[in-house]
């Protein structure tokens, strides 16, 4: 298992603090230091869509002008900006044998995925 995200981010801690509370083995990828390729964003975007990877809840996307924003409006503009901006990747990201099976943290739905 390998959960991505950011070390200062709250919603990661909540992971990796259930994921370890549960004794369960993951692996963290952070952004920040190894970044993101084109491919794994393709990926997630297929399984998740491109407007949920890209946390428009987030300060990063909030500070963009409105005509930055627009401007994200295909896969393409969006891969760019997650990958020069990857705190405006919604978090954490967690996949099992390369698939990508949860974004963000909801102890609920953690439980149903990936508690024993």
């Not at 994921?19 to 952070?30: Q, T």
């Not at 609920?108 to 024993?116: D, I, P, Q, R, S």
Request: charged content about 30%; overall charge positive.
């Amino acid at each position: 298992m390998i959960l991505y995200g950011i070390p200062n981010c709250n919603t990661v801690k909540k992971a990796q603090d259930w994921l370890k509370e549960k004794n369960i083995a993951f692996e963290f990828h952070d952004f920040k230091k190894k970044g993101i390729t084109n491919e794994k964003l393709k990926i997630w975007f297929k399984t998740f869509g491109a407007e949920t990877v890209l946390n428009k809840k987030g300060l990063t996307y909030k500070k963009l002008s409105k005509e930055e924003q627009s401007a994200l409006n295909n896969e393409n503009a969006i891969i760019a900006y997650l990958k020069q901006n990857t705190s405006a990747i919604k978090r954490p990201v967690v996949e099992i044998n390369n698939e990508p099976v949860l974004i963000g943290f909801d102890e609920n739905t953690y439980t149903a995925k990936l508690a024993k």
